[in-house]
């Protein structure tokens, strides 16, 4: 029998990896008990897992009814306008909702956006070290790892920064487990979502800017609901589920790969050395590491079964089944990382024998799209964090500190550290 998986766990949240060895070591596919009286076929394995992401048979459109039976009202028709998005979409739709926002993320526009994140974050660096000069302790998430990535995204979707602290709550809520939050909580961020993007692209269209969601607007509004779709470009409801896909994803991934770095370095202090002695290859191999190590994002979007689909060693996942590519479990499967649970930025270095390929933004047509950005926002936020803050320690001890939970984000919410 297969242990029960409960996301909500704050103790899973903090160290899932045990759980995922031991199920991998048994299957690297296997149907998994779920705490909400569910089942779901995870994946653990790194080629399965590959397998799975490129396989046109597993179906990126949610069932109809997943999850547990709920009647009609209003927080369920605001999510399932919002997630309306391409992550939730097969071939040809997705193909139409990517190249809409291809374009905002090409190698060109993310790599000149290099002084403007610099900027950002030499602004926020000198206000952590006011606040440490000042009490002594700071958080770094709240600090520098959330408001970074918010404030970067913020400026290439148009997104005012007055909003970030409401956007942050709502988009935790909705990402967590229902079980791990207040009663009501994720129905009420569900709703409060949807009413915040569709005043937001009601002012784009009033106000447009040179922003992205000023740009979708503009054009969904040009081409209109039935026409649009049909010419490819957005209807109303994708309009609303692409700008909670881009702000939720635009930076929730970043932060934690900010967050579970800083807490790798600082409990690693020869890596940390290492780091700051090498020099920019260095520093992007810590970023590489952190991907790996500690997957920011713990899982894909769930998939279905379209058919029958065989994966190896006997088994055979019927047709209309939910599955979920455990990415963080893939990426520490010890047949493609020698030593998968030690945090060594060197496997990542040019001249060395280089690992697999980690799977951390994804694989096959629904890879990350910010992927780009993700990295140079590590690459310059690290070495100017322990560059600016050269005696930072950590404030607590690093097996209390708690984690997101659920399957689909993973990353510190918390980070104290004090000055040295």
């Not at 990126?60 to 979409?89: K, Q, T, Y």
């Not at 970023?287 to 006997?314: F, I, Y």
């Amino acid at each position: 029998m297969l242990d029960v998986l409960n996301p909500a766990d704050p103790a899973f949240a903090r160290d899932p990896y045990p759980y995922y060895a031991r199920l991998r070591a048994g299957a690297p596919v296997a149907r998994v008990p779920l705490a909400n009286g569910t089942h779901a076929w995870l994946v653990t394995g790194y080629d399965e897992a590959r397998s799975v992401l490129a396989d046109p048979r597993f179906s990126n459109v949610p069932p109809r009814a997943a999850g547990r039976p709920r009647p009609d009202s209003p927080d369920r028709r605001a999510r399932a306008c919002l997630e309306r998005h391409m992550l939730n979409s097969d071939a040809p739709d997705h193909l139409r909702l990517r190249r809409l926002t291809t374009a905002a993320f090409t190698p060109r526009r993310v790599d000149a956006l290099r002084p403007r994140i610099e900027e950002l974050t030499d602004g926020l660096l000198a206000q952590l070290s006011g606040r440490l000069a000042r009490e002594g302790r700071a958080d770094l998430v709240d600090d520098f790892a959330f408001p970074l990535p918010v404030l970067v995204i913020a400026e290439v979707l148009g997104v005012p920064e007055a909003d970030r602290d409401e956007l942050r709550e709502w988009t935790y809520r909705v990402g967590s487990p229902a079980d791990a939050l207040e009663p009501g909580a994720v129905q009420e961020a569900w709703t409060s979502l949807h009413a915040y993007f569709t005043g937001l692209i009601a002012e784009k269209r009033r106000r447009p800017g040179d922003d992205l969601f000023s740009v979708l607007a503009r054009d969904a509004r040009d081409s209109g609901d039935e026409a649009g779709a049909q010419d490819g470009g957005l209807d109303d409801g994708e309009l609303l589920a692409m700008a909670f896909l881009l702000l939720f994803a635009g930076y929730e991934t970043t932060m934690n790969l900010l967050g579970s770095a800083s807490l790798m370095l600082l409990t690693h202090p020869a890596e940390l050395a290492a780091a700051r002695a090498g020099g920019p290859a260095h520093w992007e191999a810590v970023a590489e590491e952190t991907l790996r190590h500690g997957s920011p994002l713990e899982g894909s979007t769930w998939r279905r079964t379209t058919e029958p689909v065989a994966l190896g060693d006997g088994v055979t996942i019927p047709a209309e089944e939910p599955v979920l590519v455990m990415l963080a479990a893939a990426n520490r499967d010890p047949a493609r990382f020698p030593d998968p649970d030690a945090f060594r930025p060197a496997r990542h270095l040019p001249g060395g024998t280089r690992p697999a390929p980690h799977l951390a933004f994804g694989h096959g047509p629904h890879f990350c799209l910010g992927a780009r950005l993700a990295r140079l926002e590590a690459a310059v936020a690290l070495p100017r964090l322990f560059a600016a803050l050269p005696g930072v320690a950590l404030d607590a001890d690093p097996a209390t500190l708690p984690y997101r939970p659920g399957l689909l984000v993973r990353g510190p919410r918390a980070l104290p550290v004090r000055s040295g």
